[in-house]
């Protein structure tokens, strides 16, 4: 998949509805899974994206904001799904953009191998098997620059690094790494970060409006309008774990779910916990205004190959109700699907459990329940490792319908961790992993 090999489709370009360019692509046949019974959860269709050159889709959207895409192929769009009121489209986001992990003396470096590359909201269409890229939204500062996905803060975010971990990157206060996305009615959209954790509201064109984080953050430098709202707590958060799922209640109040439990009171109590927290904000009151305590299945359940709890997260949470959640747990190889329910007696915000200094904390608790916290109830609707069809480290679920829910994976760009992850001349390996929309029709609904 590099710019240099034979067959990389080309990208054309299109006027619409008032978004600078649209960006179309073919894509490669997927099969669809066939044959489950009548009364178990099934794949119904698969779709999935062709290739679009990065540094020309970058380019198109931000021009001259991408020298050398390195032949990395658009991707990362699967961060999460919203549906864009017709049918078979969709609102999707990127991450950071291509990165990866290579060790140096010991010491793992973030690389980021196209540190010009700028987070997008991407519009898609499913049909049959082919998923387009209809428009796409470049997310900018106030000034209409690129936020980029870079590192913010030295000290508290990784150092970034060039593709071969030998150079060092600037960190820059307006990367966002963006995960999950809702729209609003007024044709906004609401985004989730991971770095500060951020919520973060940017307009229909894509400029960050503001970046909600948490108290003490002490973010400083950006070209946008940063305020402190989020619980101090949430400082807390391990590395590259920050907020991952977004929902859109009815009523207009957004949920966000921290990905993995908190650093409380130190990391390796965060990587033995099966406790994260799920955050509900008002809109209209620009406030949090509740906090629940969300708990892991053990992690064999989740996933029976693999035995690291760290490996949990929440990827995904999508409304089903008034006050009703669906709630992805994943490893990278299986993921479940939840349903909750947010009860006021449930909430524990401004409890002794946002205190950091609280001992043990909420994270350490092998049995929150039993010292009073009041755990969400869940329900399992379906075990997504179990249906034929379904690919890996999905991060995006969107209900189609009530029977129906659509899927999209993260294939990361294509990259894999390691010195390998570039040939010689410095071009992608591509893992051959692409980005997939999966419908999944369910027997009994949420």
Avoid at 108 to 132: E, L
């Amino acid at each position: 998949m590099s710019p240099y090999a034979a067959g990389r489709r080309s990208v054309h370009r299109s006027v619409a509805a008032g978004v600078p360019l649209a960006l179309l692509a073919a894509l490669a046949v997927a099969g669809t899974a066939v044959g489950a019974p009548s009364g178990e959860a099934r794949v119904t269709g698969s779709a999935t994206l062709g290739d679009i050159p990065l540094g020309t889709f970058s380019n198109t959207l931000l021009p001259g904001t991408v020298g050398d895409d390195r032949g990395v192929d658009l991707g990362g769009i699967g961060s999460d799904i919203y549906p864009a009121g017709r049918k078979g489209e969709f609102w999707t986001v990127t991450d950071r953009g291509p990165n990866g992990q290579i060790k140096v003396a010991g010491e793992k470096r973030r690389t980021f191998p196209v540190p010009g590359f700028d987070p997008a909201i991407v519009r898609i269409r499913v049909s049959g098997d082919t998923v387009k890229v209809l428009d796409a939204i470049p997310v900018t500062t106030s000034s209409g620059k690129p936020v980029t996905g870079l590192s913010n803060q030295k000290g508290r975010d990784e150092a970034p690094y060039s593709y071969d971990a030998k150079a060092p990157l600037s960190y820059n206060p307006n990367g966002l790494d963006t995960e999950g996305i809702v729209r609003a009615e007024d044709g906004s959209f609401w985004l989730v970060d991971e770095y500060g954790p951020s919520l973060i509201h940017v307009s229909a064109r894509g400029k960050v409006l503001t970046r909600y984080v948490p108290k003490g953050l002490g973010l400083t430098g950006a070209d946008y309008r940063v305020v402190e709202a989020l619980p101090a707590v949430l400082l807390h958060r391990k590395v590259n774990r920050g907020f991952e799922g977004l929902a859109q209640l009815p009523g207009g109040d957004l949920v966000m779910a921290v990905q993995s439990p908190l650093s409380l009171p130190d990391t390796d109590a965060g990587e033995a916990s099966l406790t994260t927290r799920l955050l509900r904000f008002s809109p209209k009151k620009r406030a949090v205004t509740a906090e629940y305590a969300y708990r892991f299945d053990p992690v064999n359940v989740v996933d029976p190959s693999e035995d690291d709890t760290s490996e949990l997260k929440i990827s995904s949470v999508v409304a089903v109700g008034r006050d009703r959640l669906l709630v992805e747990e994943r490893t990278d190889k299986a993921a479940r699907l939840q349903v909750v329910k947010l009860t006021r007696g449930a909430d524990i915000l401004g409890d002794k459990w946002d205190d950091g200094t609280t001992a043990p904390s909420l994270e350490q608790l092998d049995d929150p329940a039993a010292s009073g916290v009041p755990v969400l109830r869940k329900r399992l609707v379906v075990d997504l490792a179990s249906v034929k069809g379904v690919p890996g480290k999905i991060e995006g679920v969107a209900r189609v319908d009530h029977d129906t829910l659509a899927l999209i994976n993260d294939n990361d760009f294509g990259m894999t961790d390691g010195p390998e992850a570039f040939d010689a001349r410095g071009r992608l390996v591509d893992s051959g992993i692409e980005t997939t929309v999966t419908y999944v029709r369910l027997p009994r609904g949420i």
